[in-house]
């Protein structure tokens, strides 16, 4: 992420406008959260290595949802 763009995205995520990727996964139970992102083509766009990362790991199952809303820490949580 460029950190020059940090303060937009700061003010999207303050506001409930920011876009995120919940990504859950069983076995670990563990849910992940990936942004923010003002647009959600550039969530889109990167999202794929964040999931390929998280596929090594070898979960039983994994699901991607993407939301526009406000997300604070943590951005990992388990069970």
Known sequence: MNPLLWPVRSCANGLGLAW???VRTQSPDVTYWFGPFVRRRTLEAQLPAFVEDLRAEAP????????????????????
């Not at 039983?60 to 069970?79: C, N, Q």
């Open 20 to 22: 995120w990727a919940r």
């Open 60 to 79: 039983a199952s994994l699901e991607v949802e993407l939301l526009r809303t406000r997300r604070g820490e943590p951005l990992t949580e388990l069970g």
